[in-house]
C-alpha cells in the first residue's frame, strides 16, 4: 500500500514522516487511529498488536515501537471502547456478540452451517453445534479453534455440544465412509496436497471415534462442509428458539457473570486493550 493511499484512510490520517522509522516499515501505521472528528476526547490512540496474531511477521519484532508514540501529549494507547467498533450493551447476550463482534463472513457461515442442520433434521444439539462451532475464529483465534471456542462455551452449553465443537477440529480431517464424509476439498486448496495432519490431532481422532458422543460431532463436521454460500441470507433470528432453550445467557451479560471464560468474552468486547 502506498503513502498516498494510506493518507486517505479514515482513521490512518498520521503523518508518516511523523512516525519512527521502525513502525513505517513494519506497516504498523495501521495500528494507529485517529480521533472521530465529534469526540470529546481528541486524543490519538495506538493499537499494540497482539503478540500471537504477529509472531513470524515482520510488524512482532516491531511492534512495541509503537509504545514510543505515548510520548506524544495526544496519543495514548487503546484501552476500553474502540470508536470504531460497534458499543455493546452493559449487558451483552450470544446474538450481541454475532451482530456486534463477530467477522460476518464467519457469522454468515456458522448460520448456514445451523441451517442446513436444521434442513437435515438434526436434532437441536447438532444446531446449537453447528450455530458456533467456528465461533473462536470469527472472534478470538483460528488456531487450535475448536479448543478455544468448546472452552469459550462450555459454561453455557451442554457438556456434549462442547464435546462435539472442541472434537470438530480433529475429526474435520478424517473421512468417515460410514456416513459418506470425505476429505474436503478445499482442504487440499488450503493446505497442499501433501499436507499431514498433526499427530496431536491424529490422536484425538482416534479417541473421538471410541467415545459414546462420536456421532454429534460428526453430524457437525457433515453439516459444516457444505455451508459457505456467500449469497445466503440467514438471520440469527432463526435459531433464537434453539438457543432460548440451550445456551445459558447469563443474567449479568456474557462476560461479566465471573465464570472461568468470563476474560474470553470480554476480550471480545474490548478486543484493541493494550493490557
Known amino acids: ?25 513494519a506497516g504498523l501505521i495501521n495500528w494507529v487511529r485517529e480521533p472521530l472528528a465529534d469526540a470529546v476526547d481528541q486524543r ?11 509472531m513470524g511477521t515482520p510488524v512482532n519484532k516491531n511492534r512495541m515501537a509503537l509504545i514510543g508514540e505515548t510520548y506524544h501529549g495526544d496519543t495514548v ?23 456486534l463482534r463477530l467477522e460476518p463472513g464467519s457469522v454468515r457461515h456458522l448460520l448456514q452451517s445451523a441451517r442446513i442442520a436444521r434442513a437435515n433434521g438434526m436434532g437441536e444439539k447438532v444446531i446449537l453445534a453447528c450455530l458456533l462451532h467456528d465461533i473462536a475464529v470469527g472472534g478470538l483465534i483460528s488456531s487450535d479453534h475448536g479448543y478455544w471456542g468448546a472452552q469459550l462455551l462450555r459454561p453455557y452449553v451442554d457438556e456434549e455440544v462442547a464435546w ?7 475429526l474435520r480431517y478424517f473421512p468417515d465412509e460410514s456416513v459418506g464424509y470425505t476429505y ?17 490431532l491424529r490422536r484425538e481422532h482416534e479417541q473421538a471415534r471410541r467415545h459414546r ?14 455451508s459457505f454460500d456467500p449469497n445466503a441470507v440467514v438471520e440469527f433470528g432463526e435459531f433464537e428458539d434453539v438457543v432460548g ?22 476480550t471480545m468486547i474490548w478486543p484493541n486493550n493494550f493490557l
Open 77 to 99: 494507547v487503546m484501552m476500553g471502547d474502540n470508536p470504531e467498533l460497534p458499543m455493546m450493551p452493559e449487558r451483552p447476550t450470544l446474538a450481541d456478540f454475532f451482530r
Open 184 to 200: 474436503p476439498e478445499a482442504y487440499i486448496r488450503l493446505f497442499g496436497a501433501d499436507y499431514r495432519v498433526p499427530e496431536y
Open 1 to 25: 500500500m502506498t503513502e498516498s493511499v494510506m493518507r486517505q484512510l479514515p482513521s490512518q490520517q498520521v503523518p508518516l514522516r511523523e512516525l519512527p522509522a521502525s513502525v513505517r516499515e
Open 213 to 226: 458422543w462420536y456421532m454429534t460431532s460428526r453430524l457437525l463436521t457433515i453439516n459444516d462442509i457444505y
Open 245 to 266: 432453550r440451550n445456551f445459558r445467557q447469563p443474567t449479568e451479560g456474557l462476560g461479566f457473570d465471573g465464570s472461568p471464560v468470563a476474560h474470553m468474552w470480554r
Open 44 to 54: 490519538r490512540r495506538v493499537i499494540i498488536p497482539p503478540a500471537v496474531a504477529t
Open 164 to 170: 462435539a465443537i472442541e472434537k470438530h477440529e480433529a
